[in-house]
């Protein structure tokens, strides 16, 4: 494994105050049930979790729209409102299927769904956390994309599931990970080409390459005619 920063970055960019304390950047939660295949990871690799909960203020210029409360009860009588539009909102993403080529926002709007308190207040809002992107990101994404997100979630059965952290920091997913590994840091990857079957970085012969960084660098790593394409990536300033 060959990276270009100072360190591996799972845990790299973690901080450490004063008293030994270490806070993780970024900050990793995982939902078990939309993060299915990481939560095995760290199963397989028995990698230690510890529940959570988590508590959500929704709010806008002018007022608050909705919190959770401590308890499930409190919480359930907070949302009685929405229930119907939960419930409408729930049997949409299970059963009705997106057109060809439609996008999330056409969706909801053909499904009279995009004025609900719910999309607006909790759904969108909780999308555009989830994906790091704006909400006109959100509703340009394929509708193929975003609904599985939303079936994980189950917008009518949403209030009472917990999350998972990583204990006792991410960086006991980060040894995990590279137990056993070959790592170089602070090596950004030269240019590539497969010469003679096989490709030579840092004086070493590899039979295949796994490149596993952003966009606009893999033109630089591989300068191929068709990889000038991930140039036109763009990244929201939020990811």
């Given at each position: ?12 960019n ?43 203020c ?29 419930a ?32 607006r ?11 790091s ?10 509708a ?39 790592i ?9 080409r ?5 490709v ?9 390459v ?6 606009s ?11 000038k394409?991930?140039?036109?990536f ?6």
């Open positions: 494994v060959f990276e270009a920063k100072a360190q591996v970055n799972l845990a790299g973690s901080v450490v105050l004063e008293d030994g304390t270490i806070i993780d950047v970024p900050l990793r939660m995982v939902g078990p049930h939309y993060y299915r295949r990481m939560t095995s990871l760290l199963r397989c690799m028995e990698v230690p979790t510890e529940e959570v909960d988590f508590d959500v929704c709010y806008d210029e002018e007022r608050v729209n909705a919190t959770t409360e401590a308890s499930v009860f409190k919480t359930v009588l907070a949302r009685s409102f929405l229930l119907l539009s939960l409408r909102l729930s049997w949409a993403v299970f059963l009705c299927k997106p057109q060809e080529e439609e996008t999330f926002g056409s969706y909801m709007r053909r499904l009279k769904l995009d004025e609900s308190k719910v999309y207040i909790f759904i969108r809002r909780q999308l555009s956390w989830m994906l992107c704006s909400f006109r990101m959100v509703e340009g994404y394929p193929d994309f975003i609904l599985p997100f939303l079936r994980s979630i189950n917008p009518l059965l949403a209030f009472n599931k917990k999350v998972l952290r990583i204990y006792p920091t991410n960086d006991a997913l980060q040894q995990a990970l590279v137990r056993g590994k070959n170089t840091t602070d090596f950004p990857v030269p240019p590539l497969r010469e003679q079957g096989g030579d970085i840092a004086g070493q012969r590899f039979d295949y796994l490149l596993a960084t952003e966009a660098s893999v033109h630089k790593i591989l300068p191929q005619p068709w990889t394409v991930f140039d036109q763009l990244y929201h300033p939020s990811s």
